[in-house]
């Protein structure tokens, strides 16, 4: 392991974390994960695949790079936290109907874009991506290279979802031959009654030989995922499977807050409530690990991400290029994401739009020809101008006024005024610094980035409260 606490200490006072857990428990309220702005709560039918055509063939003018997502739903086993679009199943004969279906999707998306617009990002998620065989994988990266033109390895970001328990060290060597070099591992937690009470059966064996296998192929960023809140969890449980990533260095870990929610996802009914966490504990475990992390040395990026200084992302939040987008964090703004597969959702020029939520509603839309768009929202003047303010605040925890106004021709203190006046509480209890020129996010108030988001969420404001979202800790 190398020794990272020279780092942690030389960071400035707008790179730390602070965790007060008095603040967090007051302003630990539902709200929008911003992925997007307007939220997909937002999205419209009246947005169809007609509009979004129009929209995609208007867009070649802006020459913008162009970003994949492929969603791959099936999964062997179902993990009882999971609240993904996913299908679980052992009948591997479903894949391949699938991704013939998803081919011909893209077909028809690939037709809409100029040839010459490259696809600097890809990503493969789930669902498990790595559900589907090695001649499968093969036959998805020809086909999307037969459809696009992919940038150059030592350009292009082009990663996948792993579950360790779905792929060997043979399969790791072959992703990479097809192109990517990014990976993020699901992990959760290492603690046997923890994994017995999710119905994810996971060794550290079979991890750690995939995050072998990987580093052995090239690849250039290992991500690890975690989930706190779960059953069974303790802080010093969650602590032995924290010590064990820190011990193996990945370049990001994601440390995902379990939101209970049975009522709307089917499979977290396995979880018996008196088994999870209190809330007090679950705060406890959640501060261990931002304090351990960050005395380790990465850097808290924000929404539940850290990263190591020299990480793409810690760079990019730097020097202020970071992005924000359905996938998490991201180096590529500058493009247009195609969602490809059931409830998959793109950002076309300033739209976004969804694929049908339902297999059976996504297969008939594809054999009959059409798209499976079903709905969408095209942002107006007023969303565009929030989006950029929320996009600086959670990716760079500053915003600049002049920036602002300069892109918009706006005043920003008239424009925000109301804005203004709702930070005004945030800033007495030291989250945030509202300067002459601009806002500053200070350390006590990143854990907290969602909250100050909201202030300037007109959505929210006409609903009167953040309907149908998690918890922001």
Not at 108 to 119: C, Y
Not at 288 to 303: A, F, K, P
Request: charge should be negative.
């Amino acid at each position: 392991m190398l020794d990272r606490t020279h780092t942690s200490h030389s960071q400035s006072a707008d790179q730390r974390t602070i965790f007060d857990s008095d603040l967090i428990k007051r302003y630990d309220q539902s709200g929008p994960r911003y992925t997007s702005y307007p939220t997909a709560i937002e999205f419209d039918p009246k947005f169809d695949e007609a509009v979004y055509r129009t929209i995609c063939q208007r867009s070649n003018a802006s020459k913008r790079p162009l970003s994949l997502y492929f969603h791959i739903p099936f999964c062997d086993t179902v993990c009882f936290y999971c609240a993904c679009n996913k299908i679980a199943t052992r009948d591997r004969s479903l894949a391949q109907p699938y991704l013939e279906r998803m081919v011909r999707e893209m077909e028809m998306q690939a037709e809409l874009f100029d040839h010459d617009r490259i696809v600097t990002q890809l990503h493969w998620g789930g669902g498990t991506p790595t559900f589907i065989s090695q001649d499968q994988m093969r036959f998805l990266m020809d086909k999307t290279r037969e459809c696009f033109q992919l940038a150059s390895d030592d350009v292009g970001e082009f990663s996948i979802e792993i579950d360790p328990r779905e792929a060997q060290g043979d399969t790791i060597q072959l992703l990479r031959e097809l192109g990517f070099n990014r990976m993020s591992l699901g992990v959760q937690d290492f603690d046997a009654q923890v994994q017995k009470a999710v119905n994810r059966i996971q060794t550290e064996a079979e991890t750690m030989t995939v995050l072998d296998a990987a580093r052995t192929a090239g690849f250039r960023s290992i991500s690890v995922d975690l989930i706190y809140g779960l059953p069974f969890q303790t802080v010093e449980n969650f602590a032995n499977t924290l010590e064990k990533i820190i011990a193996v260095n990945p370049d990001r870990i994601s440390v995902f807050n379990y939101a209970h929610l049975p009522e709307r996802f089917a499979p977290q009914r396995r979880i018996r409530n008196e088994d999870l966490p209190p809330p007090q504990v679950k705060l406890d475990i959640l501060q261990m690990t931002t304090e351990r992390l960050t005395n380790s040395g990465w850097l808290y990026i924000g929404m539940d991400h850290f990263a190591r200084p020299d990480d793409e992302l810690a760079l990019a939040q730097r020097n202020g290029t970071l992005y924000r987008n359905f996938q998490g964090y991201s180096t590529h703004a500058d493009c247009d994401l195609l969602g490809l597969g059931v409830t998959s959702i793109g950002k076309v020029a300033n739209t976004y739009s969804q694929n049908q939520r339902e297999l059976e509603a996504y297969n008939a839309a594809i054999d009959a020809g059409h798209l499976a768009v079903f709905r969408g929202i095209e942002l107006n003047r007023d969303d565009e101008i929030r989006r950029d303010v929320i996009t600086r605040l959670i990716c760079h925890f500053r915003l600049d006024f002049a920036d602002v106004e300069q892109t918009w021709n706006i005043v920003f203190r008239d424009y925000f005024a109301p804005s203004l006046e709702k930070l005004a509480g945030m800033a007495a209890d030291d989250l945030l610094i509202i300067e002459a020129h601009g806002i500053r996010v200070l350390p006590k108030g990143r854990m907290l980035i969602r909250n100050i988001c909201m202030a300037f969420d007109a959505y929210l404001i006409a609903k009167r409260g953040p309907i149908g979202f998690s918890k922001v800790i």
